[in-house]
């Protein structure tokens, strides 16, 4: 019998348009360290290190020991989850949406920013996405077999959108969704609602769906209060929100979001979501709408002091080891300039020689070289030691 040895089959196109997650290349060599028996202080993620509130948690509790909570749910997620995001956000932006038709709950914000793209985009198509910008705005583009047109953010303009050199890009007319997400990640930057009419407008003239990524409208620091961008008049119709517990009430690891839009878009998003995954853990729900009925203010305020005080300990820090910052109201992130502009030689310095994990600026996209991005989601003796760390290694380096 003539001999057959196996070839695996060749992967799909795709990945070959999709460079690997850069968190992912940051695990595997934090790994490598870890296991050789380095003790590595993670600044790089925008995890955040403190528990959900309590009730949160026992409300899990309670609802998985149910014998009826563990068989599969609808797609559209329980009733209840998707009652308390409406009114969550009738509550704090003044924004009426229907619970039925114009929400849906998602496995975490990430996994509807790429289905939303999958729903969306034929080859051929684009997304307008920011240059420094969360990484899974680009990867769902690519993934749908799109492309992506950057756009710039003025850092004069408080990292606003320069609208004007959109309108003059020769491939504006194949773009279909426009991305933005204030306060910022990676840069911290927030906006007002101003900014959100000035882009809803822009959006409704080219036909483009403004795609609104507000994660960390809880997160903020000085008195600040971030806006929706559905709180703009008759934003509805060019608009979706994407909403997520993970920064919100520190459930990152709980995979709990909603994306608030028209019926038409949530009923293509549902047509991928359908296909792909068939709902969340019904205690999950259970919890996550208990965690938007029933928190407090006075949580959030506190959580967000002990954040404010680590990013101000950053702040004051940054001379001393070669940065200079910018200073910001909302978000988990401090954004800093890299004295010499080599933001990956001096992240790979940080972690090799001070066993200090940040993340280099170009992962955010071109604008992001010569920047790194801090994390204030590391407990406060940590964050402290990690200072101390990269002082004495920033005093010896070069
Ligand atoms: C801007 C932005 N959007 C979305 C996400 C994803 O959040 P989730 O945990 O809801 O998937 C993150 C996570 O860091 C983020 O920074």
């Known amino acids: ?93 003044g924004v009426q949406v229907d619970p039925d038709t114009e929400v849906l709950p998602l496995i975490g914000s990430k996994e509807g920013i790429v289905n939303l793209a999958l729903a969306f985009l034929d080859r051929g198509d684009a997304a307008i996405v920011p240059d420094l910008n969360y990484p899974a705005y680009t990867m769902g583009a690519l993934m749908a077999g799109g492309d992506v047109i950057l756009m710039h953010l003025d850092p004069e303009r408080n990292y606003a959108p320069d609208l004007q050199a959109l309108r003059q890009h020769p491939d504006l007319r194949r773009a279909k969704l426009l991305w ?25 003239e080219h036909d483009l769906l ?70 969340h853990f019904r205690p999950i729900y259970e919890a996550g709408a208990l965690a938007l009925n029933a928190t407090p203010q006075s949580w959030i305020d506190q959580r967000n002091a002990i954040y404010q005080a680590r990013r101000d300990a950053i ?27 080599d933001d990956t030689a001096y992240v790979q310095a940080a972690l090799e020689q001070a066993q200090v994990s940040l993340t280099a600026g170009s992962m955010y996209g071109p604008a992001g070289k010569g920047y790194v991005r801090i994390s204030v989601g590391v407990e406060d003796s940590r964050l402290q030691e990690a200072i101390a760390r990269l002082q004495r290694w920033y005093a010896n380096w070069n």
């Open 315 to 341: 702040l004051a820090a940054c001379p001393s080891i070669g940065l200079s910052a910018f200073k910001t109201s909302g978000s988990l992130y401090v954004w800093a300039r890299v004295a010499d502009g």
């Open 180 to 204: 933005v997400n204030y306060p910022n990640n990676p840069t911290g930057a927030t906006c007002d609602l101003n900014l959100y009419a000035e882009l809803i407008a822009f959006c409704r």
């Open 1 to 93: 019998m003539a001999t057959h040895t196996f070839s695996l089959p060749k992967t799909a196109a795709r990945l070959e348009r999709m460079p690997p997650y850069g968190f992912e290349l940051i695990n595997r060599r934090i790994a490598q360290l870890s296991a050789a028996g380095a003790d590595i202080i993670r600044l790089d993620m925008g995890s955040p290190d403190m528990p959900p509130p309590q009730p949160v948690i026992e409300m899990l509790q309670r609802s998985a020991e149910n014998p009826n909570c563990h068989n599969y749910g609808s797609y559209r997620g329980l009733p209840a989850f998707r009652k308390a995001v409406a009114d969550y956000y009738a509550r704090r932006f």
């Open 210 to 279: 403004l795609c609104s990524d507000n994660p960390y409208a809880e997160v903020v620091y000085d008195g600040y209060r971030a806006p929706s961008a559905l709180q703009v008049e008759g934003a509805l119709t060019c608009t979706v929100e994407f909403m997520s517990l993970s920064k919100l009430y520190n459930m990152a690891g709980w995979r709990l979001g909603a994306c608030l839009a028209r019926r038409e878009v949530i009923e293509a998003l549902l047509t991928i979501k359908s296909n792909v995954d068939s709902g």
